[in-house]
């Protein structure tokens, strides 16, 4: 009978593990849709220095790209003697079978069984060589269908539940009937510009696509004007925070639509991926203000680097108040108590591009103000 009851436990709290997955590494996006959730997008991910592309756009491949919280990639597909193939611009760059690509996106799907990935394909291939490409990498059961009969996208649970964690978008519109995972991405998407040479060259301006569509491709990388390849110097400028959160939330506000995918080249280069955390976290006041304040607590700057001032406006002595700094997760990071109405904490040694609370309370139980800070470098 003791065994019986282990038993059962152990396959209910499997159950509730399995239900309750994280959902692109973090728990809270489960409940969301796929259209309000932003990944991190490499253009041209397959043109990577380390697989010998002349002129890339990244310098790690899919695999690392994806392992580093890379959730969408840009691909082109060109039809070279009846075999689909990637390459940007000129093969004589550097070309590979799309398989090879598809492979790694496999491996990596099936050793992360949480996680979905999206592929934008620039095609000039035919519909039936990518399905082909997609049967040789075992990827057809992995194919997400949209729904066409409702505008709701499925929460990402949905989405791990049904084993459906691969989303396809093609710019060519030329799928048959029998390819309903080949997604038209101008029947679902918009874009911004990307054809912008210096950071001075952003802007929010719609390109392709209706502004109505539920899903926002925000292109955000740099094209060298004269041989229209990626930058890398550009690029860690462009990555980098407060730059990279400013524009998107120069844009959200503009155009009052959620991000999904923040399009970038050198993805390692600067913040970006602290970036997407932050705009998944839902957090925006801040961003912009050197500070949050309340009636009686200020706590800056935020974003902040190193040194996070607390400043209590009235006095303490007596108060009985504490501080206490956690992770998304709850997890404590560490615990004071408020001993003068200014403090500096170090936060050199928290881990960077982390979103964090600060609380500050009489007790644990009775708290007085939390705040939501974040942590880049």
């Excluded at 899919?62 to 392992?67: C, F, P």
């Excluded at 620039?122 to 060589?129: D, G, Q, R, T, V």
């Excluded at 730059?243 to 995918?261: A, G, T, V, W």
Aim: glycine share 6%; hydrophobic share 40%; aromatic share 12%.
């Amino acid at each position: 009978m003791k065994k019986g009851l282990l038993l059962l436990l152990i396959f209910h709290v499997f159950m509730i593990c399995r239900t309750y997955a994280q959902c692109n590494g973090f728990p809270y996006l489960c409940d969301r849709t796929y259209d309000d959730v932003a990944y991190l997008t490499t253009h041209n991910a397959f043109n990577d220095a380390t697989d010998g592309f002349l002129l890339p756009n990244q310098n790690n491949t899919i695999t690392q790209q994806l392992n580093d919280g890379v959730r969408a990639l840009m691909i082109d597909v060109y039809d070279v003697n009846g075999v689909a193939t990637v390459y940007h611009g000129f093969s004589y760059l550097g070309n590979a079978p799309l398989t090879d690509k598809l492979d790694e996106i496999k491996a990596f799907l099936y050793n992360n069984p949480q996680e979905i990935v999206t592929l934008i394909l620039e095609n000039y291939a035919s519909p039936a060589l990518v399905e082909t490409a997609l049967s040789q990498s075992g990827l057809l059961s992995y194919l997400f269908v949209k729904d066409t009969t409702t505008i709701l996208w499925p929460t990402l649970q949905q989405m791990i539940n049904s084993g459906k964690r691969l989303v396809i978008f093609s710019e060519a519109d030329d799928a048959t009937p029998s390819q309903p995972w080949y997604h038209y991405v101008w029947d679902y998407a918009v874009e911004t510009n990307f054809t912008v040479h210096d950071t001075s060259e952003f802007n929010c301006s719609y390109n392709r696509g209706n502004p109505d569509n539920p899903l926002f491709i925000f292109n955000h990388f740099i094209t060298d004007a004269t041989l229209g390849i990626g930058v890398e110097a550009q690029a860690t400028m462009a990555n980098a925070n407060p730059y990279l959160l400013n524009r998107i939330y120069d844009c959200m506000n503009i155009h009052n639509k959620f991000p999904n995918f923040i399009t970038v080249d050198f993805y390692e280069r600067g913040d970006s991926k602290a970036a997407v955390d932050i705009i998944n976290s839902g957090y925006w006041a801040g961003i912009q203000s050197p500070e949050t304040t309340s009636d009686n607590i200020s706590i800056g700057p935020n974003p902040c680097r190193e040194l996070l001032n607390v400043e209590v406006k009235e006095p303490v002595r007596g108060k009985g108040l504490y501080l206490q700094l956690t992770n998304l997760f709850g997890q404590e990071i560490f615990y004071t108590e408020i001993k003068q109405q200014h403090i500096s904490l170090d936060l050199s040694n928290v881990k960077s591009g982390g979103i964090y609370f600060v609380k500050i309370s009489s007790s644990l139980n009775n708290s007085c103000s939390t705040r939501k800070i974040v942590v880049l470098r």
